[in-house]
């Protein structure tokens, strides 16, 4: 049986920052993911790196984190970074008769922002400006004119899927095994103490037994099922969280819109669309089975258009949820939660060698998952510091080629060589080296998003993807405006050529992904979405005629 | 000035055409108003009836999805088989260019053609240089079909069809892919096919096609050769002159949207409008203030003044129903008819597994949405001075990807619509006459 010093349970941010840093500190570890790393919480946010000031007022010490492992994350992963200023207008809530009342609000906006400057330069971010309604239009006419003004703060957006997939590839480069794709199936105990687990492979069913000094639970809202596995009870207060997604970049710059009920929402501009996000409200049901309902895409939707009227002319491309895995309290509304996080060493439950990691947000991943590893590294008697703020992710080792060099040597588009560029930084020159021997490969699997083939190749070789659905979280296969509606057949025939895949499992890989990106279209199909909708399923399921359950293999016997 | 004609037809699709070609074989002077082209465009062109399942024939077929509520197959009754061969008679006679093959009548089974990722979907009629690839056919002889690769995604693709066509064509046949020594170079990787079809078109360049087609055929020791397309233009005189080189059978593969068999279609479309002297405008068709339609390009506004309207503006693709963000209600766009998805009209109402199921490839009638109709294609809610009919995909109640119909149901509906209009625009210019 195969022995590690840490065995961890969770492919998220917080997992594959666990098993990135145990490693690097030479732990023996190997990280088990039911589904795909970011498949739930770590995918499903903001893809914001922001300092939390929300935070500032109750838990200044979030903020402070947030605001200093951000400045790390741009320094390992500078090429996933893009800094996204937001606006933050202040109207009268009688229009045109600005009272004192809104005078006050837009100060004291103001004084918090000059507050949370304190913490910019821990994450190269400029301090706060303020804006006159003239100077506000200037840089968006879309907002409401008779605003009293705006003030700015600096923030980042990220790719959390490749913030995830970087982790955990460089864990295995460092040693670590990586299983995703596979279920932790119950606890090997011996006496009290957790010393390992039977996992079993999703795809085969094959399980297997392996042994850990320690294990630790970093399943974000699935926490307290793995828990229970262990006879321990991990508390969190699930939030669902909802975001939106545009068809066109509605917004140059970040702006913080009010809800009907008072919340803040965000509408910021993500590659090249547009994200509404987000809502809080307590979550009871399973984590596997999150659905948007048709109130929580009005409420975003009216939100943005409170302060930016034209939101209503934009597609809504999808809608999409996760749940916050925060730490539990009796009492305060979502919004109020602490977003603190916590470790748990079960050995005070009664079940040692066990360890549980919830709450928290992904800005502060790396500096959660250091403080892990302290722990679980120091009762192993290694005692290496943890290097993972200073030694950077793949990609990030040097500058990102530009794109219109990378596109000229290797015969690709350059909008294409620019998003190949920005998702690879310096192993760009790695892909488009692929389609050098195969110039196939630097066709377009999805144009949407400007993916070639020879990216889909090395995310099957080199990121630990085997299905579609993988694919688009590594290189957002299908993400774009058509929703998939051309590049499932193209990126099936890959899949299928490098994992030498059976017509059947090709086609049915396909029917999985297309089942994915229809469950964000489906409750959003309204206005110009419908005719997306209506193409992407005579796309698929009258001109390439994909079988349907039941379907005979040849049709005319 | 306004525009007058007999018909006025709303929609330059396959019903749209085909309601403009039946009026005008009626006699009648017809003005089609085209907004753009729409879902027939994007279609593969493999022109089906619907039901075509298993061994079923293409009247069997019709028969079947004619049960299904609110099919317009339903309105015609006992005329339905008739009408299936008057259909594919009226497409083989206007749409000589493309040399349509497959059934004659209703008796006949469908054609089972290779797609683009290598399954057979159905068609009763299709392009001569596509038709000679269906694999019910092909299956029945020890066939090794070369699937021909260009060098982009083509390639890739190729493997994925070549195992799936070897599936269907087993135990006798096989396909293999097969890669060819033309568009080998970086660009080229780039190119898709349409882009490559134009390229096909142009002096020179088939004879060099077929030379390498040879190669590639013979390297793989093809009987029959699938490639993904033989150029734009004329379509069966490119398949003659290139098999004569190739010494097998050539076939054209069905390709996903945009794909050339789909352009190919509407061009003949207009061209058979051009052929029939049907009038054509480029303009959005809406309600005018006098119960009539009115044309708007730009910032110009033509009223019409015509006999009768056929509406053809098709469902969400071409734009013909719509469903706004925010009501959440269907409706049909010129006249601002209610439209109905599975008897209801608001269809934003989530969750709702009712009109979309969970799963992309499960039930979804909501993609059927359409407007009532009587059984003349008449719909039962337009309050216009003239007579009004409908057809198309805007008739809801089927679904090309869900079996239950494609291009023939429109060509069919067309067909019918179009003669209702031709003669109810007669009625009323005599009734004109009788009060003059």
């Known amino acids: 049986m195969t022995s590690y010093d840490l065995l961890v349970i969770g492919g998220g941010v917080n997992g594959t920052g666990i098993a990135r840093d145990a490693a690097m500190r030479g732990l023996t570890t190997m990280l088990v993911e039911k589904k795909d790393f970011a498949a739930g919480s770590s995918g499903a946010n903001s893809g914001m790196i922001h300092g939390g000031i929300r935070y500032l007022m109750n838990d200044p010490q979030v903020t402070k984190l947030a605001c200093l492992d951000s400045g790390y994350i741009q320094r390992i992963a500078p090429h996933l970074l893009f800094r996204i200023p937001f606006l933050y207008p202040v109207s009268p809530k009688k229009p045109g008769e600005p009272s004192l009342a809104d005078r006050a609000l837009l100060y004291g906006a103001e004084c918090y922002f000059e507050a949370y400057d304190k913490y910019q330069p821990l994450k190269n971010g400029k301090p706060h400006t303020r804006l006159t309604d003239e100077e506000l239009h200037e840089l968006e006419p879309g907002i409401v004119s008779g605003t009293l003004g705006a003030v700015t703060m600096d923030e980042y957006g990220i790719d959390p899927f490749r913030l995830c997939a970087l982790n955990a590839r460089s864990a295995a480069a460092h040693g670590a095994t990586i299983r995703n794709h596979t279920v932790v199936t119950r606890l090997l105990r011996e006496g009290a103490a957790v010393v390992g687990a039977e996992i079993e492979d999703a795809r085969t069913g094959a399980r297997e037994e392996v042994r850990a000094r320690a294990v630790l639970n970093a399943g974000g809202p699935w926490a307290p099922k793995i828990a229970a596995l262990a006879g321990v009870a991990v508390r969190i207060r699930p939030g669902k969280g909802v975001h939106l997604t545009l068809d066109r970049r509605l917004s140059n710059y970040g702006i913080i819109c009010k809800a009907v009920d008072g919340r803040d929402v965000f509408v910021m501009p993500h590659e090249d669309s547009s994200i509404i996000g987000t809502t809080d409200d307590d979550f009871y049901g399973d984590p596997d089975e999150l659905t948007v309902t048709q109130d929580e895409v009005e409420y975003l939707l009216q939100a943005v258009e409170h302060t930016f009227p034209s939101v209503r002319s934009a597609r809504v491309l999808r809608a999409w949820a996760g749940v916050r895995p925060t730490l539990f309290a009796y009492g305060p509304l979502e919004d109020a939660l602490s977003r603190d996080h916590h470790i748990y060493d079960h050995e005070e439950d009664g079940a040692p060698g066990f360890y549980s990691i919830v709450g928290g947000k992904l800005a502060s991943f790396r500096a959660m998952a250091q403080e892990a590893v302290d722990l679980i590294a120091h009762k192993a008697g290694n005692s290496q510091p943890c290097r993972t703020h200073e030694v950077p992710l793949p990609g990030g080792e040097a500058a990102a080629p530009s794109a219109e060099t990378l596109g000229r040597e290797h015969t690709v588009p350059s909008y294409a060589a620019a998003r190949i560029s920005y998702r690879h930084g310096a192993e760009a020159e790695r892909i488009l080296s692929l389609a050098e021997e195969r110039p196939e490969l630097r066709a377009f699997a999805c144009s949407c998003e400007g993916v070639t083939f020879a990216e889909l190749l090395f995310s099957l070789r080199e990121e630990f993807a085997s299905s579609l659905t993988d694919l688009r979280r590594r290189c957002r296969l299908g993400m774009g405006v058509c929703q998939g509606a051309r590049c499932g057949g193209p990126a099936a025939a890959l899949l299928a050529g490098e994992l030498g895949l059976s017509h059947e499992k090709a086609l049915a890989e396909a029917n999985a992904f297309l089942d994915e990106r229809w469950k964000g279209h489906r409750p959003v199909l309204a206005g110009d979405g419908l005719a997306q909708a209506e193409l992407f399923q005579c796309t698929y399921y009258a001109t390439c005629a994909l079988p349907r359950d039941g379907a005979p293999e040849r049709p005319w016997r | ?436």
Request: aromatic residues 4%; hydrophobic residues 50%; positive net charge.
């Open chain 2, 1 to 436: 000035m306004a525009l007058t004609a007999d018909v006025v037809v709303v929609g330059g699709g396959m019903a749209g055409v085909c309601a403009s070609l039946a009026a005008r074989e009626k006699g009648a002077k017809v003005l089609l108003v085209a907004r753009a082209s729409g879902a027939t465009a994007l279609s593969s062109g493999a022109i089906d009836f619907g039901g075509a399942v298993a061994d079923a024939t293409v009247g069997e077929g019709a028969r079947a999805v004619s049960r299904q509520p609110g099919h317009p197959y339903a309105l015609l009754g006992d005329a339905l088989p008739a009408l299936l061969e008057r259909t594919m008679a009226f497409l083989r006679r206007h749409l000589v260019s493309l040399g349509l093959e497959g059934a004659r009548v209703a008796a006949d089974k469908c054609l089972w053609l290779p797609t683009p990722v290598g399954t057979a979907r159905p068609a009763a009629l299709v392009q001569s240089s596509i038709a000679g690839a269906d694999l019910r056919n092909l299956s029945s002889r020890p066939a090794r079909l070369a699937v021909i690769a260009f060098a982009g995604a083509q390639q890739v693709e190729a493997g994925l069809v070549a195992s799936g066509l070897s599936r269907l064509l087993a135990p006798l046949g096989e396909a293999v892919a097969a890669p060819i020594d033309l568009y080998r170079t970086r660009e080229d990787a780039l190119r898709s096919i349409a882009e490559l079809a134009r390229d096909l078109d142009r002096p020179g360049r088939r004879d060099l096609f077929a030379a390498s087609l040879l190669r590639a055929a013979n390297a793989v020791r093809a009987t029959h050769v699938l490639v993904p397309t033989l150029g734009f233009a004329d379509p069966a005189v490119a398949r003659a002159e290139v098999e004569r080189t190739v010494e097998r059978p050539v076939f054209e593969a069905l390709g996903a949207p945009p794909s050339v068999p789909g352009l190919r279609l509407q061009a003949a479309l207009a061209a058979a409008l051009r052929a029939a002297g049907v009038r054509t405008v480029d303009g959005i068709a809406e309600r005018s203030g006098d119960g009539g339609v009115q044309i708007v390009r730009g910032v110009e506004c033509q009223p019409v003044r015509a006999g009768a309207i056929v509406l053809a503006s098709g469902r969400f693709i071409g734009g013909g129903i719509r469903c706004e963000p925010g009501s959440g209600l269907l409706h049909e766009t010129v006249l601002d008819l209610p439209a109905f998805a599975a008897g209801r009209r608001n269809i934003a109402a989530l969750p709702s597994e009712e009109l979309f199921a969970v799963k992309a490839s499960g039930a979804h009638p909501g993609m059927a949405a359409g407007i009532r109709v009587d059984a003349a294609f008449r719909p039962l809610d337009a309050a216009t001075t003239v007579p009004v009919f409908a057809c198309g995909s805007l008739l809801g109640g089927f679904d090309p990807a869900r079996d239950s119909g494609g291009l023939g149901t429109c060509a069919l509906t067309g067909l019918c619509a179009g003669e209702r209009a031709a003669e109810a625009a007669s009625r009323a210019g005599a009734s004109a006459v009788a009060g003059r």
